[in-house]
Nanobody, 121 residues
Framework: QVQLVESGGGLVQPGGSLRLSCAAS??????????MGWYRQAPGKARELVAHINSGGITSYVDSVKGRFAISRDNADNTLYLQMNSLEPEDTANYYCNARRYDVVGYRDYWGQGTQVTVSS
């Protein structure tokens, strides 16, 4: 059974930092067909892809977090990270870990339960 468990969220002041972690079971991060990402959803907003990392380690980010966030993966530990620096109130959201596994007919998405990040002065 696939399980994704996020941790590391909390309340921080603007300019602060957090590191989110996503521990996976039932999925091998090192697989050539596995992509991972972090999404977030704020109240009244659609779920948004924040950062993405493919099986080769290539990363991409939504414009609003470029230069501030960094996504990484530890394949040996089956863990996905999101380092968030210079946090802004606009970053406040529930953050979700996503794993996308490709197969012969397309792909399947797996989601964690989310971890709340609140940035407030």
């Amino acid at each position: 059974q696939v399980q994704l468990v996020e941790s590391g969220g909390g309340l921080v002041q603007p300019g602060g930092s957090l590191r989110l972690s996503c521990a996976a079971s039932g999925i091998i991060f090192s697989s050539h067909d596995m992509d991972m990402g972090w999404y977030r959803q704020a109240p009244g907003k659609a779920r948004e892809l924040v950062a993405h990392i493919n099986s080769g380690g290539i990363t991409s980010y939504v414009d609003s977090v470029k230069g501030r966030f960094a996504i990484s993966r530890d394949n040996a530990d089956n863990t996905l990270y999101l380092q968030m620096n210079s946090l802004e109130p606009e970053d406040t959201a529930n953050y979700y870990c996503n794993a996308r596994r490709y197969d012969v007919v397309g792909y399947r998405d797996y989601w964690g339960q989310g971890t709340q990040v609140t940035v407030s002065s």
